[in-house]
């Protein structure tokens, strides 16, 4: 094949003596990526990523889920050549007729590995760029600020030819960081608050708790497309269900209403807890954001995060809702996010929620559900898992 991808990685090049294994991966998170779309040589070579189809492949689809790969900061095209000054002319044509238009500047940068190669980097720049600028006229040689920078590599077997940078996700790999649970809801923000920490690296599996039949099969369907979307992103998504009816029933008719919400959302924290621990899950993430709802305040938030011991992270807590669907919007989940099917969080509203709770109050409140250990031990063992992938 005469076409294949480089991808440059950036932050994870400040890795120091971890480097390798952020490195390593990168590619085995590509490797991964790519599945189903072909045969791939995939090999790294200064702080570069080459991955060359061995095959016919769908170039547009591999490009598709590199721009979902986080760690890639940008993807090229790139047209490989016969290492003739010929052949590396046409490799070039090819890549400028793409990017061709009228004022448009560009340059030459060569980078010549094989020294055996018998013309060196500026003059094969010299007379690649003179060629170029004979055969599209209207072009502009600009040297120090082209619009389009033509890069010809000159490597062992063959030479490479590319302009185009595209724009990868950027962050870490998937798994270089650890693994993290998402508390999954069918809202806007969750979905958000998982990508942003899957962008620093971490694998994620998802909590989702339901309220049947408060809560519809088709709102539980919802969470399932959302972890799918996500998967797009970070790999395979493994969900836990957690049936929460009976608990949600028993806060209803056995704690005041204006503490429901908190004590629910205290009883999600310890389930969700458990039940990351149980699959090596190291911290919770939410999808909370400073003042966004009563049971969001600053005072609430701490009455909820007493439940558990594990980290939580809440990477939208100093956001706008604004700035969170935009990310939304960005990454493809606010779609199915606004599908107006029902959370168990809704299901049970109260009129008027505590604002400025008091933590004694509320554990004082909590403490009315009869056999609440048991409750949870039940809601744990009741857990589904189902594998989604993106
Ligand atoms: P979202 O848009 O993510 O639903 P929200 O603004 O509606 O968030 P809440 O309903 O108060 O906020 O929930 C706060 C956070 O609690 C959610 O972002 C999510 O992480 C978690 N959460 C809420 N409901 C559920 C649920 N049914 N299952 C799992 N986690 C949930
Ligand atoms: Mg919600």
Known sequence: ????????????????????VFESKLVQNIRQKLKGLGAFDIHRCQAAIYIEPTEEVDMDAVEDRLKKTFGIVSISRVKKA????????????????????EGLSFKVETKRSDKNFPIKSPEISREIGGRIADHYPELIVDVHNPDVE???????????????????????PVGCNGKVSLMLSGGIDSPVAGYMM???????????????PYTSERAREKVLDLAGILAGYCGHIDVYIVP?????????????????????????MRIAEKVARSHGADALITGESLGQVASQTLLALGVTNEAVSLPVFRPLIGMDKEEIISISRKIGTFETSILPYEDCCTVFTPKHPATKPKLDKVVLSESKIVDLDRLIDEAVAGVERVGVNG
Not at 150 to 172: Q, S
Not at 198 to 212: D, M, N
């Open 82 to 101: 016969e290492k003739t000054m010929d052949a590396i002319f046409e490799a070039a044509v090819v890549q400028m007729d793409k990017v061709m238009r």
């Open 150 to 172: 033509l890069t010809v590599e000159v490597r062992e077997t063959h030479a490479y030819v590319y302009t185009d940078k595209i724009a990868g996700a950027g962050g870490m």
């Open 1 to 20: 094949m005469d076409e294949l991808f480089l991808v440059k990685y950036g932050e994870i090049i400040l890795k120091g003596l971890n480097r390798p």
């Open 198 to 212: 899957a962008k620093r690296g971490l694998a994620l599996s998802a909590i989702h708790f339901y309220s049947y």
């Open 244 to 268: 929460f009816t009976e608990i949600q029933l028993q806060i209803r008719d056995h704690c005041p209403e204006e503490y429901s919400t908190l004590i629910m959302r205290r009883i999600m």
